[in-house]
C-alpha cells in the first residue's frame, strides 16, 4: 500500500540523515527486511554490529540481539523498535539461577546461546550461535567439563553431534518446540520428493526427520547448494522471505504446527512486535534504547569475542 511505500522511504531518508544501519533478523516482517542494511542469522548480525562505522545501530531483531550489538558498539546508540520483543529461551534462564546453577559445577566450562541476557554472558566463558556451536564445542579440550545453556533442545543436538556429555540447562523456544512430528510425517507422504530441513532449536523428534539442520543462514544456502527442488522448512516462518528470493524455482513449505498453536506454520510472536512503524518511530525518536551497566558490557564482551574470535 502507499502507506508502507511511504513509511519505508521515510525510514531510508532517516538513515541517511542520522548516520543509522537497519540491521534485521530473518525472523522480521518482510516489508523491515526489505530495508535493512543487513540481513541474517544471530551470528552474522553480531560480526555485522562489530563492524558498523554508523553512529545509530537500529536492530530489527529481539532484545539479546540487540544488547549483543550494544555490548559490542559502547559508545553506539542501539535501539529496539518494541523492547517487549524478547526470547522464550533468553526468558527461561534468569541470570540469579544461572548463577547457583553455574556455582553448583564447579570447574565447567561455562558455554551459552547466544540466545540470553547480557547479564546472562556477563557469567559465561564463550557464547555461541547455532552457526558455530559444533565446532566451538569441538575446540574445547575432551577432559574439560561443559555446562550449556539455556537451549536444552540445542544442547542434546550438540551432544549428538559431538558425542560429548555436556551439563544442560532445562530452557527452550516455544516456537520451535510448536512443530507436530504427525503433521509433519503426514505432510512427507503428500510430497515424498522434498527435503526436511529443519533449525536445531527444534526438538529430537523433529531433528531425526531432516536432511539438513543448521541455522537459519545455513538453511538457506542448503536450500540454495542443493539439488533438491522441494523443502519442507522448520523454523520461523519468516525465513521463507529471504529463501524464496534466493530459490524463486523452488518450492517452499513451512512446517506444520500442533493444533493449539497460533497458526498453522510457527511463528515467533516476540519477533513479529517489531512492525514498520515502530521501525519508523523508534528512528525518529531515536527510543526505545538499549543501556547497560557498564561493569556487565565489559563481562559481557569476552565471551562475545572469543566466540567472534573462533568463528573466523
Ligand atoms: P539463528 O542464529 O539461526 O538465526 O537463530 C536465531 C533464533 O532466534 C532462532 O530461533
Ligand atoms: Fe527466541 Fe525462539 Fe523467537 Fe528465536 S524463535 S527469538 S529462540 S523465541
Redesign the pocket.
Known amino acids: 500500500t502507499i502507506e508502507i511505500q511511504n513509511l519505508k522511504e521515510q525510514i531510508i531518508k532517516l538513515k541517511k540523515e542520522k548516520n543509522a544501519v537497519l540491521l534485521a533478523?530473518?525472523?522480521q516482517q518482510t516489508e523491515i527486511q526489505e530495508i535493512a542494511d543487513y540481513v541474517?542469522?544471530?551470528?552474522?548480525?553480531s560480526q555485522e554490529a562489530a563492524k558498523v562505522d554508523a553512529d545509530i545501530i537500529l536492530f530489527a531483531g529481539?532484545h539479546f540481539?540487540a544488547e549483543t550489538a550494544k555490548i559490542l558498539n559502547p559508545s553506539k546508540k542501539v535501539i529496539l523498535p518494541d523492547l517487549n520483543a524478547g526470547?522464550s529461551?533468553a526468558e527461561s534462564c534468569p541470570p540469579d539461577l544461572f548463577k547457583n546453577f553455574i556455582d553448583q559445577h564447579p570447574d565447567h566450562l561455562v558455554i551459552t546461546y547466544?540466545?540470553c541476557s547480557a547479564e546472562v554472558k556477563a557469567l559465561t566463558d564463550i557464547v555461541v550461535?547455532?552457526?558455530n556451536v559444533v565446532k566451538i564445542v569441538e575446540s574445547v579440550p575432551k577432559d574439560k567439563p561443559i555446562i550449556f545453556a539455556p537451549d536444552k533442545n540445542l544442547g542434546k543436538y550438540v551432544m549428538s553431534k559431538t558425542g560429548r556429555n555436556m551439563v544442560l540447562w532445562n530452557g527452550s523456544?516455544v516456537?520451535?518446540e510448536a512443530f507436530s512430528l504427525d503433521k509433519l510425517l503426514e505432510l512427507y507422504k503428500e510430497h515424498p520428493d522434498a527435503k526436511i530441513i529443519a533449525?536445531?532449536?527444534s526438538e529430537t523428534h523433529i531433528l531425526a526427520t531432516a536432511s539438513y539442520i543448521?541455522?537459519?543462514?545455513?538453511?538457506i544456502d542448503y536450500v540454495k547448494n542443493d539439488s533438491c527442488l522441494k523443502f519442507i522448512v522448520a523454523?520461523?516462518f519468516g525465513i521463507l522471505h529471504k529463501m524464496q528470493e534466493e530459490v524463486p524455482e523452488k518450492v517452499l513449505i513451512p512446517a506444520p504446527a500442533k493444533e493449539d498453536n497460533t497458526c498453522a506454520c510457527s511463528e515467533?510472536g516476540y519477533?513479529k512486535m517489531n512492525t514498520l512503524q515502530k521501525v519508523y518511530n523508534c528512528l525518529v525518536n531515536e527510543s526505545p534504547e538499549i543501556t547497560l551497566p557498564e561493569d556487565i558490557i565489559q563481562k559481557a564482551l569476552i565471551p562475545i569475542e572469543r566466540m567472534l574470535e573462533l568463528s573466523k
Open positions: 533478523h530473518y525472523y541474517g542469522d544471530s551470528l552474522g548480525l529481539v540481539m526470547c529461551l547466544v540466545n550461535t547455532s552457526a523456544c516456537v520451535h533449525h536445531p532449536e543448521g541455522s537459519t543462514s545455513g538453511m523454523t520461523e515467533c519477533m
